[in-house]
Structures are given as structure tokens and as C-alpha cells.
């Protein structure tokens, strides 16, 4: 079978049970496979995910960055060595901190991102790149610049703010100017939340059926995780990556070489599926993303998704396993069988091992619900679908993820255990809470 017929059909399957939303584009040998979107842009409308849909990509913004400082140490207008307070002199220890340390996330600089009141409040309020800045430069640093990885988009501010000053330019326009408009990438830009971007997806996230995602203000993010594209710009990206059009062979080659642990500047670089990847992920609130690029292997898998509980990281592997004609599972079909004894089913289940660790299924209207932590420790809502049922066992799957509970049970009809996969490929016995 070749490569699109395999793909066609695990997409087929993960389609048919609703557990795909953004766009996807699969590219083998320069030449694309798969380019498609699937669910809705915006629920609100019913306006569904196209290939020129432009989805929000948080971290994957870091590459653009990378690049934008790279070009200008190309031109001489700034050296990756230099120190920091070179450009920014008022910053506290700004000799100590250089531009490299900031390309690979080993400034020692605390995460803005990771502060107590930064889901809660801050990122919801606007702020001026100097007032980020100011929000974290008097913090002790968390140990010795250059000694240690700790991914952070403290630097990556200062990095833009570095830009701006050297090139005269707002961060928005370097990035436009200087990369988007030389590679033909005109759905590519920076999001300031006040422009209406045409074609933007709306991003949700998921408590019994899509919902509105927290609010995110979009006047600080800029450098770090401020941009939109598309799946099919960020091709052209990929592929100008792999020639000197932006940046000499010299100077890509130091942006694609780890420093400290896997990360190099603004991609990082690792062994996957035992091969050779550079990759990067990236969220913002509604949204989520990953970009795969086996560069030997010259494949790239590029996933943008406008639902924040998406397992983007998972899924563009297991679409680069069935590339690689690997072995993958597909999942169940969620057609649903008849099953009424609903109210035994309903209750708390303990994770064996980890206890804090909660599964939490509860009735609603005669239907059952699985509420569980995701990434962040936030919670979901996802309503549980019977698929089959024997005296011994009942399986149920998860509608929008592919996750899979099968509750077992004793002679006399009582829950033994559960059998829990979620939708990483994780497995978990749980226990009912008595």
C-alpha cells in the first residue's frame, strides 16, 4: 500500500469518529501527501477548517525568532555572542546573559509563562513589550547562564525587543518584511488581537462539547508565541529551511545544533521513532500545534488545531509512524451499542500508583461523562460512548479524543477494575473509590 493510501486511512478513521479538528499537511520528498483541514474554524458560524485556514501557533513562533536574529548577525548588525545588555542596557545582569543563551532557552531567566498568576490574571491583561520585560528582570535567575536548559519565553521576549532595536523595525514587520514576504508567505503574521486577520480560526476548548477558551490578551506574546499561519505557509517555511534563501548554510546549520539537552534555537532536536527530527510544539489559549520535520527522511508533518485538548504531539507522530508503514492501532468505532446500567458505571476511580490522579465519571441526562486532567492539570469534559458489552467487560470510547475505558467485572457483576487508555497511547488500571 503506499504512503497516501495508508495515510488516507487512518485520517479515514480518526475522521468517521470526530477525533481530528484544524488543518493537517503530509509531505513526502517535496511533495505533498495529505493537505486538509477537518472539524469546524468556528462553531459559532459553522464555518469548517480549510488548508488556507489561519490557525494561531503559539511556540512555534520561536523558529521565526531564531531566524529573524540570525539574519541580522548575518548581516553584521548584531553578534548571537554578544551580551544582552549590549542592546538592552538597563537589564540587570545583562553582561552575563548573552543572545545565544536566549536562542537556546539557557539563560537561567524564570518563564513568565509559569508565574502563580499568569493563567489567572496576567496573560489576560495588555501589556507593552517593555512592561513584560520589567515583569521579570529584577527576578533571581534560576542558576548560572549557559549551565543548564530550562525552556523559557522570557528570552525570547528579549530577543524581540533586541530585534526591533537593531533593525528600526516593530517585531510585526521584521517578520513580514524579512522572512513571510521574500518565501510567498502572505497568510503568515503577527497577531495583535485588534486586527481582524481574515480567515483566523476561532480556538475552543472542551467541557461536554466545544466551549470558549480563556481569554489571552495578544498585545505581549509577539516573539515568543504571537503568530499565525497556515499549514501551507509553514511548508513554504519548511522548505526554505532546507536552502540558503534566508540565512548562509554556515549560520542554519548553528540554529539547527543543540546546545544544552535537545534543544538548538527555537527547534528542537531529537531522536524520534529512531530517526534524526527537528520539531517544535506550540500552544496558546484555543489553540495547539506540532511540526515534525525528519529531515533525512524528507518528511515533514505539519498539525495546526483550534481545540486546545487536541493531542497534536501523539497524533503527528502516529501519522509519521504510518508514513515510516509502522505498526499503529487505529481506534474503535464509536457507533453506540444499548447499555443501560449506567448508574454502576457512574463514580470516582483511583489510577493504580498515583492516586492524586482522578478518574471522574458522572451521569447526566442518562448519559455518562468522564471528567479528567490534561495538560496543565486542567480539566475535561468528555461524554463516553458504549462500543461493546459482554458479562465480563464493557468498553467505552470518548467523543472528540481517542481515549478508551474498559470496566471489568467479577462474577458477580460488580466493577473489578478499569482499564484506562488515554489519548497519548497511555495505559492505566484505576479502581473504584469505595
Same mark, same amino acid.
Given at each position: ?306 481545540? $486546545?485538548? +487536541?493531542?497534536? =504531539?501523539? #497524533? /503527528? ?5 504510518? &508514513?515510516?508503514?509502522?505498526?499503529? %492501532? !487505529? ?58 458489552? $459482554?458479562? +465480563?467487560?464493557? =468498553?467505552? #470510547? /470518548? ?5 478508551? &475505558?474498559?470496566?471489568?467485572?467479577? %462474577? !458477580? ?22
Amino acid at each position: 500500500m503506499r504512503a497516501d493510501e495508508r495515510i488516507g486511512k487512518w485520517i479515514e478513521r480518526y475522521e468517521e469518529n470526530g477525533y481530528i479538528n484544524g488543518s493537517i499537511l503530509i509531505a513526502s520528498n517535496k511533495d505533498i501527501i495529505l493537505n486538509k483541514g477537518f472539524g469546524m474554524a468556528n462553531w459559532e458560524h459553522s464555518v469548517s477548517n480549510k488548508p488556507t485556514t489561519k490557525f494561531r501557533i503559539g511556540s512555534l513562533t520561536k523558529a521565526f525568532t531564531s531566524m529573524g536574529i540570525y539574519q541580522l548577525h548575518e548581516k553584521g548588525k548584531l553578534c548571537i555572542d554578544d551580551c544582552i545588555g549590549k542592546y538592552l542596557p538597563d537589564y540587570p545582569l545583562g553582561e552575563n546573559i548573552t543572545l545565544y543563551h536566549c536562542l537556546t532557552s539557557t539563560t537561567g531567566i524564570p518563564n513568565y509563562t509559569s508565574f502563580p498568576d499568569f493563567w489567572s490574571k496576567t496573560m489576560r491583561l495588555p501589556m507593552t513589550l517593555e512592561q513584560l520585560i520589567d515583569s521579570f528582570k529584577h527576578l533571581e535567575l534560576n542558576f548560572e547562564p549557559g549551565m543548564k536548559f530550562e525552556y523559557s519565553s522570557s528570552g525570547y521576549t528579549l530577543l524581540t525587543a533586541i530585534i526591533e532595536k537593531v533593525s528600526g523595525m516593530s517585531y510585526a514587520e521584521y517578520i513580514k518584511e524579512k522572512i513571510c514576504r521574500p518565501l510567498g508567505m502572505s497568510n503568515t503574521g503577527c497577531d495583535d488581537g485588534i486586527e481582524i486577520v481574515a480567515d483566523l480560526a476561532s480556538g475552543y476548548s472542551f467541557w461536554e462539547k466545544p466551549i470558549h477558551s480563556a481569554y489571552a490578551d495578544l498585545s505581549f506574546p509577539l516573539g515568543a508565541y504571537g503568530l499565525y499561519s497556515t499549514t501551507e505557509d509553514l511548508f513554504l517555511w519548511d522548505q526554505a529551511l532546507e536552502s540558503s534563501q534566508l540565512l548562509n548554510k554556515e549560520l542554519m546549520e548553528k540554529m539547527f545544533s543543540p546546545n544544552i539537552s535537545s534543544y538548538a534555537s527555537g527547534w528542537m532536536v531529537s531522536e524520534m521513532l529512531g530517526r534524526k527530527c527537528v520539531h517544535h510544539f506550540g500552544d496558546i489559549s484555543g489553540f495547539c500545534s506540532n511540526f515534525l520535520r525528519f529531515v533525512d527522511e524528507q518528511v515533514t508533518v505539519i498539525f495546526l488545531s483550534n481545540i $486546545n485538548v +487536541t493531542p497534536v =504531539t501523539h #497524533l /503527528t507522530q502516529e501519522m509519521a509512524r504510518v &508514513l515510516f508503514d509502522e505498526q499503529v %492501532s !487505529l481506534p474503535l468505532s464509536t457507533q453506540p451499542i444499548n447499555f443501560t446500567n449506567t448508574e454502576l458505571i457512574a463514580g470516582k476511580y483511583l489510577i493504580e500508583n498515583d492516586e492524586s490522579k482522578i478518574l471522574d465519571i458522572t451521569l447526566k441526562n442518562g448519559e455518562l461523562y468522564l471528567t479528567v486532567p490534561k495538560m496543565y492539570g486542567v480539566l475535561y469534559k468528555f461524554k463516553l460512548i458504549p462500543v461493546s458489552h $459482554n458479562p +465480563t467487560k464493557t =468498553t467505552f #470510547l /470518548t467523543e472528540m479524543v481517542n481515549e478508551q &475505558l474498559i470496566f471489568h467485572y467479577c %462474577s !458477580l457483576g460488580k466493577i473489578e477494575s478499569v482499564e484506562y487508555k488515554d489519548f497519548n497511547g497511555n495505559k492505566y488500571i484505576a479502581y473504584k473509590d469505595l
